[in-house]
């Protein structure tokens, strides 16, 4: 059973082939963390070259999730037996091959609960247990509450891991390393990782209708910008019902998931980036002021895009699967929800700020997105670092395209088109520290305003000194670990 499931993942590893932009090509094809190399390469030939270890029948433990709440399944756990689910059925396959590599037993403890998963770890780590091998959650609560409390190991000096294998993710090595310390580390060996992106998604029905041309080819050309964008969608709005009032059950141009520095990310800024190794904050500059003003020139306008005061999660679903909307923003894990919707949809990047920007960008959304957690208390870190190289480099072979190409590229993705928009939107991927550690309520702050309509740059002053101290507070930490 597992030959024949390693058969039918090597069939998924094939990308499309859609011509681009030949810039845009080279992005794809050098910049792509999620897809699986298009060369003749296997897991069992990677993990061949891996080193050789016996540890005599362990029981090697794992704590992690496999839900967001109770809405969507984001699986890092496979079932005790295959059942037809590419996903399942890829991560029982790559762990049937590691436990036979090292003679372990992989024991998962599944908690869905990212809150309780880290007050779960917390708990082991007062205690001095030895009561699992690894953590594996997200960034938004656990990685961050963790590394916070200095409760991991950093993964620049974690043995028998090798950071630059293509099935780490350079991106959040690039991002998130601050004074040489990484604590979020994310790749492969999380079935989860190609899901965390941000992306559009058009109605193809509602561009027919309207005699609007797709605008895949406008993405190729490197043209796809916030001003094509608000072209695009601009006047848009009808009252369907006629009471004079435009709120969600109207159409509009577009529909967000109400989270605005998923767009700043996308035009190459965001509130915080890294100089010289180190997080600064990132609002003061001319080319990020210029694009908050033309992110709130549209935001919360409903000329242009239905408003995000009071959002209520998933809202945007609705609204898009009823045919409201034009174009959609959400996550690439959240592209499931759709699968049911009667009208072809196609997927999109963010925009770019304007045409002169070299390539798309995708924030990372930062509940979906994983990071390994080794625990200060962990017993043996060399085999624990032995095993999770393992179980990445297998899972690049394995659960990763069992993702990106079987369930995203020919499930839920209904072109060909699309397939090459993925490639791009993987290619792209940005990490902000203001996601995760929501320094001095910056990110609540940022959010609130933009979908309000109120001006970021005087609640921002009212609020800069208490953010930079809450971020040197966090260096701090990092810098006595």
Not at 112 to 120: I, P
Not at 392 to 419: M, N, Q, W
Request: proline share 4%; glycine share 6%.
């Amino acid at each position: 059973m597992i030959i024949l499931m390693l058969t039918i993942l090597s069939c998924g590893n094939e990308s499309s082939d859609k011509p681009a932009n030949d810039d845009l090509n080279e992005a794809a094809q050098n910049e792509q963390p999620q897809a699986a190399e298009k060369e003749e390469t296997d897991v069992i030939s990677v993990l061949a070259n891996l080193p050789e270890a016996d540890y005599g029948g362990y029981e090697f433990k794992i704590l992690t999730s496999n839900w967001f709440g109770a809405d969507l399944e984001a699986r890092q756990a496979p079932e005790e037996e295959q059942n037809g689910d590419p996903i399942n059925d890829a991560l029982y396959v790559r762990d049937k091959l590691i436990e036979d590599k090292y003679n372990i037993e992989i024991k998962y403890t599944v908690i869905n609960d990212e809150t309780q998963l880290l007050t779960t770890s917390n708990r082991v780590v007062k205690a001095g247990d030895d009561e699992f091998d690894f953590v594996l959650g997200n960034k938004m609560v656990v990685a961050s509450g963790l590394s916070q409390n200095g409760a991991i190991y950093d993964f620049n000096v974690m043995p028998n891991v090798d950071l630059s294998k293509e099935w780490w993710s350079k991106y959040a090595i690039r991002d998130l390393t601050i004074n040489g310390k990484f604590y979020f580390a994310a790749g492969d060996i999380s079935a989860r990782y190609p899901i965390a992106p941000y992306l559009m998604m058009f109605n193809k029905k509602v561009f027919a209708d309207m005699g609007i041309e797709y605008p895949y080819q406008i993405v190729y050309d490197g043209n796809w910008t916030l001003d094509e964008l608000m072209n695009l969608i601009k006047d848009k709005t009808r009252d369907l019902n006629g009471d004079g009032i435009f709120d969600k059950t109207d159409f509009y141009g577009m529909a967000v998931d109400g989270y605005p520095l998923s767009f700043m990310h996308s035009c190459g800024e965001g509130i915080i980036k890294i100089a010289d190794g180190m997080p600064v904050l990132n609002i003061k500059n001319d080319r990020t002021l210029a694009v908050m003003d033309k992110l709130a020139s549209f935001w919360s306008d409903p000329n242009y895009m239905v408003g995000s005061k009071k959002y209520v999660v998933y809202e945007e679903v609705k609204i898009f699967t009823e045919d409201r909307a034009m174009i959609v923003s959400t996550t690439v894990a959240d592209v499931s929800l759709y699968k049911s919707m009667d009208s072809d949809f196609g997927v999109l990047p963010l925009p770019k700020y304007d045409a002169n920007q070299p390539e798309y960008y995708s924030a990372v959304n930062p509940y979906a997105s994983p990071s390994v957690c080794v625990l200060k208390t962990a017993g043996n870190i060399e085999r624990t670092g032995m095993v999770i190289e393992a179980l990445a480099a297998a899972g690049k072979y394995t659960s990763t395209p069992a993702v990106y190409d079987i369930t995203l590229k020919t499930k839920y993705a209904r072109d060909e088109d699309s397939a090459a928009m993925l490639d791009l939107i993987c290619a792209g991927s940005r990490y902000d520290f203001a996601t995760f550690y929501n320094w001095g309520d910056i990110l609540t702050q940022f959010t609130n305003t933009f979908n309000d309509g109120s001006n970021f740059i005087s609640k921002f002053e009212s609020i800069e000194a208490r953010v930079q101290a809450a971020m040197e507070k966090t260096i701090a930490v990092f810098e006595s670990q």
